[in-house]
């Protein structure tokens, strides 16, 4: 039978989409292999009844209808969120964090094989230590509601604002402030901008918190600058706001989607906030790029360091390099550093952190990444590392041929989007550059972003021959000589109808006290965090080398 909208269906959730939906396949009549079907707030394991809400000819979307049976995976949400999976921003909550680190981490191992066609497997995804409250910025929308202003955030591809003040991925602080102004904008008949009409004051509030020092800047994106008893607001925050340090007011008249306008000015206190981020002074103003979540991001810069390999005398080149903060935090062990990006106030942000830390190494250039690449490269400076942390969609081809042309040792790459990634260091790879390590990081929780930091080096063509190698074969232990981890997980799916990565069958070998081969070696890092192998795969798994008289 052909599936229709609005049917109701039983649903085996196997995977995982990298938006984070379930998917799950309805098997018809002539087709063996099903129509994927792909439900959002599922895990892998669950069997639901799905109500199917749409039906295109090479798959479809559904709905949980109920859970007949919940994945090991799921967790209680009962006293959590109140708005999870009506706004548009956590998309795994109801699971355990070890499983979201686990898909996360399969993720990418499935963009970097499938993509990129590379054979290597990502080191333990490095996990935060706690995958709430961690946005030091929020920037909730504010519209017309029948009694009072509606204070939230977009609801999934729409302008539909889900009201919601106290979202527990920020600090409990921010949905207090956000209270605060609720009810001061009601007293002060302060009016809500409508995007229909174009009419009224208050478009967004805007919050910002220095983690280290504590300064706290609170900002109303607002159609005028006359705003109605600002100063009422000023000594309502001052009394209730430790650390306020900044009260703004940015104007923003246009019809559009962006959030900040270009002029605002200091209602009270100074026009910046000051954070500390890998032993480094940086000043913070509204516009400022500043990692939203501080303490992942001081595991993230460490690690793209760690790759880096300085040695006090390198050129760096950190393109695409926003504020600066990258490159800086390389500066002291490096040569000299050079940092490239498009975005004008970025550049002057990235100067003055650069001074205000008494850097004198560093420069920075305001220019498209390709272009001062190749300008760089027609000066005759050639880099020994280039760092490359792009937007989502990744890396030009017209950058990558540049990049491999002034030949640097080392290229250390940070992804926000797996699949771009594997496809540039697919093409990395046909230019000479090998992929060393691939190290996932989780650095916004809950949410189904998944940052990378991957290391590629420069073969020396003269004297390097390429052998094409099985790596398990390559790494052959005495244990795998009777079953390779493919025939494994071949076996696992086939008897249970599980999928288990490499990673969770060399946890469970050693374990058991078998021997594990160098390629799945234990984190070199105390900062990763390694997904836990569920039991029920660990299950499967031992009677999988059991069937293989491994034990």
Not at 297 to 325: I, M, N, P, R, W
Not at 335 to 354: K, L, P, T, Y
Not at 425 to 441: A, H
Request: charged residues 25%; hydrophobic residues 40%; negative net charge.
């Amino acid at each position: 039978m052909q599936l229709e909208k609005n049917q109701v269906i039983p649903l085996k959730i196997t995977g995982m989409t990298a938006e984070g939906s379930g998917v799950g396949r309805y098997i018809s009549d002539g087709d063996e292999r099903g129509l994927a079907v792909f439900v959002p707030f599922t895990a892998v394991g669950d069997l639901i009844n799905c109500h199917i809400v749409k039906v295109n000819p090479t798959h479809a979307y559904g709905r949980v209808e109920e859970i007949l049976e919940p994945s090991s995976n799921r967790i209680e949400l009962e006293g959590d969120c109140s708005t999870f999976g009506r706004c548009g921003g956590c998309v795994w909550r109801h699971t355990s964090y070890e499983a979201e680190l686990d898909y996360k981490w399969q993720r990418v191992a499935d963009a970097l094989k499938r993509i990129g066609g590379l054979d290597i497997l990502p080191q333990p995804i490095v996990g935060a230590d706690n995958p709430d409250a961690y946005r030091n910025k929020a920037q909730y929308p504010v519209i017309p509601g029948e009694h009072r202003l509606m204070i939230g955030f977009y609801a999934p591809r729409s302008h539909r604002v889900v009201e919601q003040h106290h979202c527990l991925l920020q600090p409990l602080l921010f949905g207090d402030i956000v209270d605060l102004i609720s009810r001061w904008a009601k007293k002060a008949g302060v009016t809500a901008y409508d995007e229909a009409t174009q009419k009224g004051l208050l478009r967004h509030i805007y919050i910002r918190q220095a983690e280290v020092t504590g300064e706290v800047m609170v900002g109303l994106v607002c159609t005028s600058g006359k705003v109605p008893q600002i100063d009422t607001l000023v000594e309502l925050l001052k009394e209730k706001v430790a650390g306020l340090a900044s009260v703004m007011v940015n104007i923003n008249r246009e019809k559009t989607n962006v959030i900040l306008g270009v002029n605002e000015f200091v209602v009270w206190g100074k026009d910046y906030i000051t954070d500390e981020l890998c032993g480094l002074r940086f000043r913070l103003s509204m516009r400022s790029f500043y990692q939203v979540n501080r303490r992942q991001a001081e595991k993230l810069y460490t690690l793209a360091a760690e790759a880096a390999g300085l040695t006090g005398s390198e050129t760096v080149f950190d393109l695409y390099c926003g504020t600066g903060s990258i490159g800086l935090t390389m500066a002291k062990k490096a040569g000299q550093v050079i940092g490239v990006e498009i975005i004008e106030q970025s550049v002057e942000d990235a100067r003055r952190n650069a001074a205000e830390n008494d850097i004198d190494n560093a420069r920075f250039i305001c220019s498209d990444a390709a272009k001062a690449a190749e300008m760089l490269k027609s000066e005759g400076v050639n880099p020994d590392i280039v760092v490359l942390d792009p937007p989502r969609k990744g890396c030009d081809a017209e950058l990558i041929n540049t990049i491999a042309e002034m030949s640097p040792k080392r290229v250390v790459y940070i992804s926000c989007d797996p699949a771009t990634l594997a496809r540039d260091l697919k093409r990395f790879d046909e230019l000479g550059y090998k992929t060393q390590s691939v190290v996932p990081v989780d650095m916004f929780p809950r949410t189904a972003h998944v940052e990378t930091v991957c290391l590629l080096s420069k073969l020396n063509t003269e004297h390097h021959i390429e052998v094409d190698l099985e790596l398990n074969e390559l790494d052959l232990t005495s244990s795998e000589s009777k079953a390779t981890y493919e025939e494994i997980k071949d076996y696992v799916l086939k008897t249970t109808g599980l999928k288990v990565s490499s990673l969770y069958i060399s946890q469970v070998k050693r374990k058991l006290g078998l021997e594990v081969g160098v390629c799945y070696n234990l984190p070199e890092s105390d900062n990763a965090r390694v997904p836990e192998c569920p039991a029920e795969k660990e299950t499967a798994i031992t009677a999988a080398l059991k069937h293989f008289e491994m034990i």
